[in-house]
């Protein structure tokens, strides 16, 4: 992974937002329990059903990818090149784990986004099912298919994402397994969406992790009402941000985001590692990573590239006074120890 030294916000980058505009009168990261419920889910699920029936793609990297069930009884699904040797054959595998957004059961609600990222080289781990898209099973008579959200109790969770971890590092040594001496130890990351994003904060404090990437996400500054039994949105506090030892880079879609405040909030909070958060105004939250070749998802990729990859050209991205988010009028970009 690659380090800066300095703390201090780099030249050229815009400044932090004051601190006025993430106080009292913003807009918290989840409306109330109850118009949550109603209408969040309802949101979600249109979102979902928006995709449901459009075909898989395989990703436009060197590696065309695909996903299926883990094997035996595991609920995780994998994304990954559909020709396993020949991507192993350009160079051991990155590591990829997924929080879904939600923290849904549901591990193909962001499909085109992860298949995009296996497509370049990645094992990508999700936890949970198959629960929408082409490959979900047909609904049970009289029910609505393709809602993707699953049990509580099969919530996505940052222990499910480490676990992931486990399984693939294991794989890796064992003789007779497809991933045997496949997978590059040195190149795991965490990311998520929403409450994906949280789970993925506190799977990356595992110190094998070398890159956390957090889309429209951030730990909430205050616990609404009737949240205690969700604990993967209520856990971390922002004094556990002092935890992350890698690099982190926020993705967030502006303030039509409910997660932007939170997210520039943790930036503020953030001291002891680099952080980028790159902020796009009238993405929304999921706008940047919901559909096909989608732009976070291309940032995304830089960030790998140059934080597991050591890739100069993709670093440029976010190095620099005139870096290529710096320079783009869509983006608004506050950073920390990159310079």
Not at 116 to 141: F, Q
Not at 181 to 197: E, P
Not at 328 to 338: A, S
Request: glycine share 12%; charged share 20%; proline share 8%.
């Amino acid at each position: 992974m690659l380090l800066a030294t300095s703390m201090a916000p780099a030249q050229g980058a815009q400044a932090a937002p004051p601190a006025a505009q993430n106080g009292a009168g913003s807009r918290p990261f989840f409306m109330p329990p109850a118009a949550n419920t109603a209408l969040g889910q309802k949101a979600a699920l249109m979102g979902t059903l928006k995709w449901n029936n459009v075909p898989d793609l395989e990703g436009s990297g060197p590696f065309p990818a695909s996903y299926e069930a883990a094997p035996g009884d595991m609920e995780y699904v994998i994304y990954q090149p559909k020709d396993l040797a020949a991507a192993e054959a350009k160079g051991k595998l990155g590591v990829y784990v997924w929080g879904s957004g939600a923290c849904s059961a549901d591990a193909v609600g962001s499909r085109f986004h992860l298949t995009e990222i296996a497509s370049h080289g990645y094992v990508v781990i999700v936890p949970g099912k198959i629960l929408s898209g082409p490959k979900a099973a047909p609904a049970p008579a009289g029910q609505a298919g393709g809602t993707g959200m699953g049990d509580a109790g099969d919530r996505a969770t940052a222990e499910k994402m480490v676990a992931g971890i486990d399984w693939i590092l294991t794989e890796n040594q064992r003789s007779g397994s497809p991933y045997f001496n496949a997978i590059d130890t040195k190149r795991i990351a965490v990311a998520g969406f929403s409450c994906g994003g949280l789970i993925a904060l506190k799977a990356g404090m595992d110190p094998r992790v070398s890159a956390v990437l957090i889309e429209s996400s951030g730990i909430l500054r205050s616990i609404p009402p009737g949240m205690s039994n969700f604990p993967q949105m209520t856990s971390l506090k922002k004094e556990d941000l002092s935890k992350l030892h890698t690099p982190v880079i926020y993705l967030l879609g502006g303030p039509e985001d409910i997660a932007e405040p939170n997210g520039l909030d943790d930036f503020e909070h953030i001291d002891k590692v680099p952080v980028f958060v790159a902020d796009q105004p009238g993405a929304g939250h999921g706008g940047l990573i919901s559909v096909p070749n989608a732009e976070g998802t291309k940032v995304e990729l830089d960030w790998l590239d140059w934080q597991l990859n050591h890739d100069e050209v993709a670093a440029r991205t976010f190095v620099g006074a005139d870096c290529t988010l710096c320079r783009d009028f869509r983006w608004q970009v506050h950073r920390k120890g990159i310079q």
